[in-house]
Nanobody, 124 residues
Framework: QVQVVESGGGLVQAGGSLRLSCITSGLNLGYYTMAWYRQAPGKEREGVSCITPSSSDTRYLKDKGRFTISRDNAKNTLYLQMNNLKPEDTAMYYC??????????????????WGQGTQVTVST
């Protein structure tokens, strides 16, 4: 049984920081490419960041320099450090995992496992 659980979201003022965590079970993270996606109300879900199993490659669709993705395979945990948050970052943030070793694409259908999301709200 695979479980993927995000945490760390909340309400923060613009300019603040949050650190999201994605804790998995029943999943050896060293075999999976991991990604963060987000979705704001009324908008399509979009990729945020991706990281390969050995951390040899990281990708940021947007916000490079403000966001940092990392992982701890021994703890089966994925992280997203978000700094200098802006109101447009407000969204539900999702953790996703897929087999393979590539961050070349942002195809949601390739991801085998998804969490339920953690809400990030950035106020002015």
């Amino acid at each position: 049984q695979v479980q993927v659980v995000e945490s760390g979201g909340g309400l923060v003022q613009a300019g603040g920081s949050l650190r999201l965590s994605c804790i998995t079970s029943g999943l050896n993270l060293g075999y999976y490419t991991m990604a963060w996606y987000r979705q704001a109300p009324g908008k399509e879900r979009e990729g945020v960041s991706c990281i390969t199993p050995s951390s040899s490659d990281t990708r940021y669709l947007k916000d490079k320099g403000r966001f940092t993705i990392s992982r701890d395979n021994a703890k089966n945990t994925l992280y997203l450090q978000m700094n200098n948050l802006k109101p447009e970052d407000t969204a539900m943030y999702y953790c996703a995992a897929k087999t393979g070793d590539s961050c070349s694409y942002w195809w949601e259908s390739d991801y085998n496992y998804w969490g339920q999301g953690t809400q990030v709200t950035v106020s002015t």
